[in-house]
C-alpha cells in the first residue's frame, strides 16, 4: 500500500508492505513535485521555450520566464541548459528536425519518381510551416536565424540537413533529365531557387494569411504543385 502525504511542495510516500497480519517493511521515499510532474523537462522547455521566443523576441526572453510557463523554480533549466542562447538553439535544432523529418517522407513516399518527389516536398513544405508559423518566424521572418548563425556558425551547420535534403531530391531529378534528354545541361541551382520560391512564397502568404481564399488552401497548394506546369521542364 502507498500513503501519499504533501508537505512543503514535496510528496513523501510511504511504502507499506503488508504481510498477512503486520507490516513486515516500512520505507519511505521522497520525490519532488518537480521530478515527479516534469519527467521529460527539457522537451517541455523547448516547446513552452517556442512559444515565448515567438511572442517576445530576443531581448525579452529568459530562462527564468521559460522557468515559469513550465511551472518549474528558475533554476531548472538549467539542468538541461546553460543559457538563454543554448536553449534557442535547441529549439532551433528541433525546428530543423521536425522540417527534415516531413521532406524526407515526401522522399519515402515516392522512392522511385524523382518528380514526385519534389511535388511532394513542396507540398510538405508548404503544409508544415502553416500548421508551425512560429517556426516560419523563427527560421526565417525574423533576424534571430542569421544572426545566430553567424554567432554559432560551426554548431549551426548542422541546421542545414532540410536544404540538403531538397537539394539532394533536385540533383536526382536533374540527373534523371540529363539521362533521358541529351544536351539538358540546366543548372540544379536554377531548379532549386525555382522551386523553393514557390513553396516558400505560398507558405508565406498562406501562413500571415495575405491571401484570402474561402476553400481549402492546402489542396490549392496540391492543385498547383501537381499541375501539369510544375517542373514540366
Same mark, same amino acid.
Given at each position: +500500500? ?6 512543503? &511542495? ?8 503488508? &504481510? ?7 520505507? /519511505?521515499?521522497?520525490?519532488? %513535485?518537480?521530478? /515527479? ?16 521566443? #515567438? ?10 520566464? *521559460? @522557468?515559469? @510557463?513550465? &511551472? *518549474?523554480? !528558475?533554476?531548472?533549466?538549467?539542468? !538541461? ?14 525546428? !530543423? /528536425? $521536425?522540417? %527534415? ?19 511532394? +516536398?513542396?507540398?510538405?513544405?508548404? $503544409?508544415?510551416? *502553416? ?13 534571430? @536565424? ?7 556558425? #560551426?554548431?549551426?551547420? %548542422? ?19 540529363? %539521362? ?5 545541361? @540546366?543548372?540544379?541551382?536554377? +531548379? ?7 513553396? !516558400?512564397? +505560398? ?6 494569411? #495575405? ?5 481549402? /488552401? ?16
Amino acid at each position: +500500500m502507498i500513503v501519499t502525504l504533501y508537505v512543503d &511542495n514535496v510528496n513523501i510516500k510511504f511504502i507499506l508492505c503488508y &504481510n498477512r497480519t503486520k507490516f513486515s517493511e516500512r520505507k /519511505y521515499v521522497e520525490v519532488s %513535485n518537480e521530478t /515527479y510532474h516534469h519527467v521529460n523537462l527539457k522537451a517541455e522547455l523547448i516547446e513552452k521555450g517556442l512559444k515565448l521566443l #515567438d511572442e517576445e523576441g530576443y531581448e525579452n526572453f529568459s530562462l527564468r520566464k *521559460v @522557468a515559469k @510557463a513550465c &511551472n *518549474v523554480s !528558475h533554476t531548472a533549466p538549467y539542468r !538541461h541548459f546553460s543559457s538563454k542562447d543554448d536553449l534557442i538553439m535547441a529549439i532551433a535544432f528541433e525546428a !530543423h /528536425y $521536425k522540417f %527534415n523529418q516531413c521532406l524526407e517522407e515526401a522522399v519515402k513516399k515516392y522512392p522511385n519518381d524523382n518528380k514526385s518527389q519534389l511535388k511532394e +516536398m513542396g507540398y510538405s513544405y508548404v $503544409k508544415f510551416f *502553416v500548421e508551425n508559423p512560429e517556426y516560419l518566424r523563427l527560421l526565417f521572418l525574423s533576424d534571430l @536565424a542569421n544572426n545566430f548563425k553567424n554567432k554559432h556558425f #560551426d554548431t549551426y551547420e %548542422n541546421c542545414e540537413q532540410p536544404f540538403q535534403t531538397f537539394y539532394r531530391a533536385v540533383e536526382r531529378l536533374q540527373e534523371e533529365s540529363k %539521362n533521358h534528354a541529351a544536351g539538358n545541361d @540546366a543548372d540544379p541551382n536554377a +531548379m532549386a531557387l525555382s522551386c523553393w520560391g514557390l513553396v !516558400h512564397g +505560398m507558405a508565406i502568404l498562406i501562413a500571415k494569411k #495575405d491571401f484570402a481564399y474561402e476553400g481549402d /488552401y492546402l489542396e490549392l497548394v496540391k492543385k498547383i504543385l501537381w499541375s501539369g506546369s510544375f517542373l514540366s521542364r
